[in-house]
């Protein structure tokens, strides 16, 4: 009699839990309906894209503005699609040399935002967004648990908002630690490299190849002195690239005012291919990046992520 009773009370239970799982099921049909059908219209834009781009891309010189716009369009593809990204890099690499050999007018500016990711990246990223443009983010690990700028969030995610942004995320060493011994020796030096590259890899599904040395090469080989060969061997081995810079700012380290920092930037953009030197985690950069982006856009600059085969990228 008991069980009975016990058995009557649960029924009307089991049945809502029941109905509540058919309709959890119902959500999850349609939910993965809809981004399969998402998914194969973006492949299709993006194959469309890449058609358009390679008929046009019989490198004419009086073809030059239509290969600016199939350019400009390179921004709006799938980062996630990395046989059409290496197409696209492929392209971008003969820009270069029709740069290289002064046969067009239009010339590459690299955007690079070293040390992140920082609480601030969210506004460089939505910055980016708003113009349509891809940069390169060389990011570091230590201590992004919690943002440096702003201790109530995370930066543990900001690794894959980069990558979801369609941006190349870039190695710069795990610890950044230029005077605390990160260039004692070739063996410490390069188990940053890879902690980093792991990180990077274990957050966003990116195996990067792309470092930049805290401090820049220079800084490296003064403080590395005899280790710098074995360094550069290493990182050969491991397929590495690094890249400088040939512009900036004036952004790190100090904090110029915004007239200062603007005048750095436009004094320093001189070179028909430019890999310039930001920080995400300047209020100053933050705040000329929409009049930076504007005024390199003006001057035929056309803004690209870096990709390991850019010749901005030594090997
Ligand atoms: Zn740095």
């Not at 059908?37 to 299709?44: A, I, P, V, Y």
């Not at 992004?144 to 700028?149: G, N, W």
């Amino acid at each position: 009699m008991e069980k009975d009773k016990n058995r009557n009370r649960r029924s009307p239970i089991f049945l809502i839990v029941s109905m509540l799982c058919f309709i959890i099921l119902i959500i999850i049909i349609i939910y993965n309906f809809y981004s399969l059908n998402k998914s194969s219209t973006k492949n299709k834009e993006l194959n469309n894209t890449l058609n358009t781009l390679k008929e046009n891309y019989n490198i004419e010189i009086n073809k030059e503005s239509e290969l600016k716009n199939n350019i400009d369009e390179l921004n709006n593809i799938d980062n996630n699609i990395s046989k059409t990204k290496e197409e696209v890099f492929k392209l971008a690499s003969k820009l270069e040399n029709k740069i290289t050999n002064n046969e067009t007018k239009y010339k590459i500016a690299y955007l690079t935002f070293d040390d992140g990711p920082y609480y601030s990246t969210d506004k460089v990223l939505d910055i980016l967004k708003k113009y349509n443009i891809k940069a390169t983010f060389f990011t570091i690990g230590l201590d992004k648990d919690i943002c440096f700028d702003n201790k109530n969030y995370s930066c543990a995610d900001t690794y894959k908002k980069i990558v979801d942004g369609g941006h190349t995320i870039a190695n710069h060493t795990y610890s950044h630690l230029i005077f605390r011994g990160l260039y004692n020796n070739s063996e410490l030096f390069i188990n940053q490299v890879i902690k980093q590259e792991e990180l990077i890899k274990d957050r966003t599904g990116v195996t990067t190849n792309i470092l930049r040395f805290p401090g820049g090469s220079n800084t490296a080989k003064s403080l590395c002195r005899n280790d710098i060969d074995k360094i550069m061997k290493s990182l050969q081995d491991r397929h590495y690239g690094w890249v400088d810079w040939t512009a900036q700012d004036g952004d790190g380290g100090y904090l110029p005012s915004y007239e200062k920092a603007w005048s750095n930037f436009t004094n320093s953009i001189n070179e028909n291919i430019e890999v310039i030197l930001f920080h995400d985690y300047s209020n100053i950069t933050i705040s000329m990046l929409p009049k930076a982006i504007e005024y390199l856009e003006e001057r035929d600059y056309i803004l690209l992520p870096l990709f390991y085969e850019s010749i901005k990228v030594n090997k």
